[in-house]
């Protein structure tokens, strides 16, 4: 089986001969491509949001779909209609740009709600209905949704449905100065560098091998519970009116068990559960009226409910007895 972490290396170090900084936005789409996921980045314009998801899709061999969201996009421009041809007398299917592995939805929030509900169906049930008929999406499938946070005049705010969809929220930073200014001489050097500068480095079969391996991943009852701990203490916080969902508590346990294994390791630790629980849970808070007046961001409660809740002592799992009886070297 391919290791994830070897997965997630080769990746990484493919896509890095065009993009800087950033890893850990790459290491987000990974995992979620590992455990049936989708991503929603938010960041300012040009900050490569979806250059990354255009390199990701090159890297690992996916079929790549960008579709560019405004207030006049109707659904049927997503999933596809039934095409009338008039030379064979038919209807023909034409499938919308919601069929490719990787489905970039630009600008999301400059939707309508009717054109992003559009999107609910695919990501939740991997399949769209076009004229009564249920039609399964190519697997892998992941949509890399992106915002801009500062334009918000003519948006349409993701409703919580909507954003319970993602597994994980995550913000694109603009890069220190050092990183930009490499940037800048790889560009002076090769001003046409883009998604067909790079090379597939992984195939089909080392994603479905990958997501086996991460299926199988050993998680310890107590970083179970460390995970609802957290996320019960979301739903009863003062300044939340409303806490991670049960979805909440499945993309802990997935997306936990991946980065162990891109960490190397066959089991989680409470790391990896705090490591991704602001991507998981900031952007499924809903706080109170008190708490947006008073300048609270989801970001702060997230980091007071790790505050709050004591972890477990450290993890490992049970060392397999050896023919003789006797425990395998090295425990």
Do not use: C
């Not at 850990?24 to 929603?40: A, K, Q």
């Not at 299926?215 to 009863?236: F, G, N, Q």
């Amino acid at each position: 089986m391919t290791d994830p972490a070897t997965l997630y290396e080769d990746i990484r170090d493919e896509i890095s001969t065009v993009l800087i900084g950033n890893e850990h936005v790459l290491e987000r789409i990974t995992i979620s491509l590992l455990t049936r996921g989708h991503v929603l980045l938010e960041g300012v314009p040009g900050t490569a949001k979806t250059t990354m998801a255009n390199l990701f899709a090159t890297a690992t061999g996916l079929e790549y779909a960008r579709i560019q969201m405004t207030p006049d996009i109707l659904p049927a421009d997503i999933t596809g209609t039934q095409m009338y041809r008039e030379y064979t007398g038919e209807f023909e299917l034409q499938r919308g740009p919601v069929f490719a592995n990787v489905v970039v939805a630009d600008e999301i929030n400059r939707a309508t709600p009717k054109t992003q509900s559009a999107l609910l169906e695919a990501m939740e049930e991997r399949q769209v209905t076009i004229e009564g008929t249920p039609l399964e999406l190519p697997e892998p499938f992941i949509v890399v949704a992106t915002q801009n946070p500062i334009e918000m005049e003519g948006t349409f705010e993701l409703p919580e449905a909507q954003r319970d969809r993602f597994q994980f929220k995550v913000n694109v930073d603009l890069p220190p100065r050092d990183e930009e200014a490499e940037m800048l001489d790889r560009f002076d050097e090769d001003p046409l560098l883009d998604a067909g500068s790079i090379s597939q480095v992984v195939s089909e079969s080392d994603i479905s091998a990958a997501r086996q391996t991460v299926e199988d991943t050993y998680i310890d009852e107590r970083v179970r519970d460390y995970a609802l701990d957290i996320v019960e203490a979301s739903r009863t916080h003062p300044e939340v009116e409303h806490g991670g969902s049960p979805r909440a508590s499945l993309a802990f346990l997935n997306a936990s068990k991946a980065r162990a294994r891109i960490e190397g390791r066959e089991y989680v630790i409470p790391g990896d559960v705090k490591a991704l629980a602001e991507s998981i849970l900031a952007h499924r808070l809903v706080l109170t009226a008190d708490a947006e007046f008073g300048d609270v961001s989801p970001r702060d409660i997230v980091t007071e409910l790790f505050e709050d809740v004591e972890p477990p002592s450290e993890i490992r799992p049970e060392p397999e007895p050896t023919p003789d009886g006797g425990r395998s070297e090295g425990e």
